[in-house]
């Protein structure tokens, strides 16, 4: 049973000391677990099929206030950030007197008190690339949720400020570097609105229309017959960052005055900011949205204290906005983690009720499965660092702990891919398979995973140069057609265990996204055949662009300009044909996820994901012995390898660099 507040105060000692015992044999190891988080490693692999990340889950308490700790003393804390995940401490009686259960969640992130606005900003604006996102075309949303007090008005206000500070100079770069070409200079590519409205109940206002009075206008929430949302909110157009802050900070201060009590009010209405963002080069194009939400206070879900019918009825909204808000959210999750299961999810169809609340439906874009353009959500949920509220913050938690879906792939035991060997398992296969190859020549170190992400050449010249002593130069020798063959078996093996995991093979697993740049050619060529596909898709550029650089990573607006632009001599590519071929990609992507969902892994993928290897590793097999044999072609073969990694290095570097020189700029300007 969960004890009263009456009930922890008297307990309050023996309380303490169940937490102080906790904090002692759990201490904070922050700042390890923080920099690993912070690296900006995953969506820089080459790896064709890693999926997109779409909802990330922070997880946030406060500091404890000034006059909180005035009386009485340090308050007891509910709850600690440990690494990614936050510990709840709820108290609780039982027949020996009171005792305390630690429960743990876990985020992508978890940020305790002493969390400064700029790392969050960093972690869950920057990392993600929500601007980018946004000025791609697609639809960022940052949801704050939790009770009345943990600090969601806080952080979203703080995020507002700083991306206030960021989005045109953003805007500015992203135009450099995405359409060097533009007649327009940089800072013009963009025009930029804002909007800004509550929703209390099934009313929803204008915050930045207001009459005399200071009412605000009441806007529409309605969707078309194409499933388009329409929200007759006003868009206010505003070109710099002192401007939008401007306007921000007078539609904050209205709501703050109109209200009798500030918190009163803001705890039970739901309050969305936008940020429009419009691309000037391609005006057909949609514009990209960036979303912030501040939730009303989640404690609301649970008031059966309310007194009069219209605040009971209100209870009820505020309650179905939110638990509709979590099966949307949720929704979505599942879809994604099937997508990067690849089709091995047999969860069917996820319906997402959007249209159940005023809320969701004017956040359809956030939630969109068949959505033609980027989606990244993230939800943040507060929680108060007060033991009293500590059932509450297990609500708050347990509300979000479902937009977390572990991707568990189903592996069958019989038979186990070679990439799921240890260094012992790989080598006992080889000492088993292969007469000639030494296996602790081969594989000094590595996992089956790591043997397996080898590119084909690098592994057929690490057999070359791993054979038994004695044998090269002899007539036993292994030769590279062996050694292709031994390679070959490892990829059987692969394949093997890829198709007993996945029994139902029907629908071929074929997204553009996983496209190598000649099918992307070969599908461009039949479908827009006025395209000079040696200007749109080149084969022999440095880093040829395949499917998901132009489904995920370009913008619709970015497509259509390069696609119109790549005309064949004495031909026109068409705006109008340009999207509509971006449409269809989408649509093909979208169909193949979500058609059956029982899509499989095809042949080609399969060799795909032998593509990457972490370069440092890499690097370090360069330099094994047994890596490269000896004369003037293994040299020129390394030296070849060495060149395209440095080169991968270096364009990966570039783009950590233009995001450090942003936050830099940042942190002087402040
Ligand atoms: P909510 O919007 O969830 O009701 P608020 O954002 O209004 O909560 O926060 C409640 C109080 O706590 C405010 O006085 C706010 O300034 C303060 N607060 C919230 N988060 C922090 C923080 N991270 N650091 C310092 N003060 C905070
Ligand atoms: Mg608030």
């Excluded at 039982?94 to 743990?104: L, P």
């Excluded at 977390?404 to 790989?426: A, G, I, K, L, Y």
């Excluded at 397996?452 to 690098?458: A, G, M, N, R, S």
Aim: glycine share 6%; proline share 4%.
């Amino acid at each position: 049973m969960s004890l009263s507040t009456t009930q922890i105060l008297k307990q309050r000692v023996a309380l303490a000391q169940l937490i102080d015992k906790w904090v002692q044999e759990n201490p904070d190891r922050l700042t390890a677990d923080l920099t690993t988080k912070i690296q900006p490693s995953a969506p820089e692999q080459e790896d064709a099929i890693e999926p997109k990340q779409v909802i990330i889950v922070a997880l946030r308490t406060r500091p404890f206030l000034e006059n909180e700790t005035a009386t009485g003393g340090q308050p007891l804390s509910g709850v600690h950030a440990r690494g990614t995940n936050m510990v709840v401490h709820v108290p609780a009686s039982k027949w020996s007197g009171a005792t305390v259960n630690h429960k743990t969640f876990e985020g992508d992130y978890s940020f305790g008190p002493e969390s400064s606005s700029e790392r969050i900003y960093r972690s869950l604006v920057l990392e993600p690339e929500l601007l980018n996102t946004a000025l791609g075309g697609g639809v960022s949303c940052i949801l704050a949720y939790g009770q009345t007090g943990s600090g969601k008005t806080y952080t979203i206000s703080s995020l507002e400020e700083m991306i206030v500070q960021d989005i045109f100079r953003a805007a500015k770069s992203y135009a450099e570097s995405h359409f060097p070409n533009a007649s327009n200079s940089p800072g013009d590519v963009y025009t930029f609105g804002l909007s800004l409205y509550e929703i209390l109940g099934n009313n929803v206002s204008d915050l930045l229309d207001r009459d005399e009075v200071g009412d605000g206008a009441t806007v529409d929430v309605a969707e078309d017959k194409f499933g388009n949302i329409r929200v007759s909110a006003k868009i206010t157009p505003v070109s710099e960052s002192k401007e939008l802050a401007d306007m921000i900070a007078s539609a904050a201060g209205h709501r703050r005055t109109s209200a009798t009590l500030r918190n009163e009010m803001s705890s039970r209405s739901h309050c969305v900011l936008t940020i429009t963002i419009k691309n000037t080069l391609v005006p057909s194009a949609e514009p990209g949205r960036l979303v912030l939400v501040d939730l009303a206070g989640s404690e609301r879900a649970a008031d059966r204290s309310a007194h009069t019918k219209d605040r009971m009825d209100e209870a009820r909204l505020i309650n179905t906005s939110l638990m509709t808000l979590k099966d949307c959210v949720r929704g979505r999750a599942l879809v994604e983690a099937e997508r990067s299961k690849k089709g091995e999810g047999k969860t069917g169809f996820q319906h997402i009720p959007y249209r159940s609340s005023k809320l969701t439906l004017a956040l359809k874009p956030v939630f969109d499965v068949e959505a033609t353009r980027n989606c990244k959500t993230v939800v943040i949920a507060h929680v108060s660092p007060h033991l009293a509220d500590a059932s509450h913050s297990n609500n708050t938690l347990t509300y979000v702990s479902p937009f977390r879906v572990t991707m568990t792939s189903q592996t069958n035991d019989s038979v186990q891919s070679p990439s799921h060997w240890t260094n012992d398992e790989f080598r006992d296969w080889v000492g088993k398979t292969s007469t000639k190859i030494d296996p602790a020549k081969l594989a000094p170190f590595e996992s089956g995973k790591q043997m397996c992400e080898l590119e084909e050449t690098v592994f057929i010249q690490r057999c070359l140069g791993s054979q038994k002593d004695g044998l090269v130069g002899t007539d036993k020798a292994l030769t590279a057609k062996g050694a292709k063959a031994f390679y070959d078996k490892l990829w059987g093996l692969i394949f093997a265990a890829k198709q007993s995991t996945r029994p139902e093979i029907k629908l071929e697993y074929n997204p553009p996204s996983v496209w190598s740049n000649f099918q992307v050619r070969d599908y461009v060529e039949k479908e827009l055949p006025a395209v000079d596909i040696e200007k749109f898709c080149p084969s022999m550029a440095a880093n040829p662009r395949r499917g998901r650089d132009f489904v995920w990573d370009m913008g619709e607006a970015e497509f259509i300009i390069l696609a119109t632009s790549s005309a064949k001599e004495g031909e026109t590519v068409s705006v109008e044909d340009a999207k509509v071929l971006h449409t269809k990609m989408w649509k093909l992507e979208n169909d193949t996820w979500n058609a059956e969902r029982k899509a499989v892994l095809t042949q080609r993928q399969d060799e795909n994901v032998g593509m990457t290897i972490d370069d440092e590793l890499l690097e370090k097999l360069l330099d094994h012995p047994a890596v490269y044999g000896t004369g003037s072609e293994a040299a020129a073969q390394k030296d070849e390898a060495i060149r395209v990694i440095q080169a991968t290095r270096i364009e990966r570097e570039a783009k950590l660099q233009r995001k450090r020189e942003m936050l830099e700029q940042r942190t002087e300007e402040n």
